[in-house]
């Protein structure tokens, strides 16, 4: 079993960056892709970005792409978003998941891991 642990949320400023980090722990050993979900107040979660196991691919919602940046450093069992350029509709709290396969994740698919998710708050 792999948990994951979300961190690096805030309160920013439209325009600013913020860097949110994920940390897997657990059964490392199996190969996970990793990525992104966030849920706004009153709203569906929604897929952000998503990342293979070797991090050769990376697939982004139309509304981050050009903005956010996902990568993964698998020495450190960690998965992180950079994030610039935000707007107050990326205010959601975001949710770290992992799951062998890396096909689907837009689709709404069950996911096998979650993390606990960190709150982004970006203000006008």
């Known amino acids: 079993q792999v948990q994951l642990v979300e961190s690096g949320g805030g309160l920013v400023q439209a325009g600013a960056s913020l860097r949110l980090s994920c940390a897997a722990s657990?059964?490392?050993?199996?190969?996970?892709?990793m990525g992104w979900f966030r849920q706004a107040p009153g709203k569906e979660r929604e897929f952000v970005a998503v990342?293979?196991?070797?991090?050769?691919?990376?697939y982004y919602a139309d509304s981050v792409k050009g903005r956010f940046t996902i990568s993964r450093d698998n020495s450190e069992n960690t998965v992180l978003l950079q994030m610039n350029s935000l707007k107050p509709e990326d205010t959601a709290v975001y949710y770290c998941?992992?799951?062998?396969?890396?096909?689907?994740?837009?689709?709404?698919?069950?996911?096998?891991?979650w993390g606990q998710g960190t709150l982004v708050t970006v203000s006008s």
């Open positions: 998941a992992a799951d062998p396969q890396l096909s689907g994740w837009e689709g709404g698919r069950y996911l096998e891991v």
């Open positions: 657990g059964r490392t050993s199996r190969r996970y892709a």
């Open positions: 990342i293979s196991w070797s991090g050769g691919s990376t």
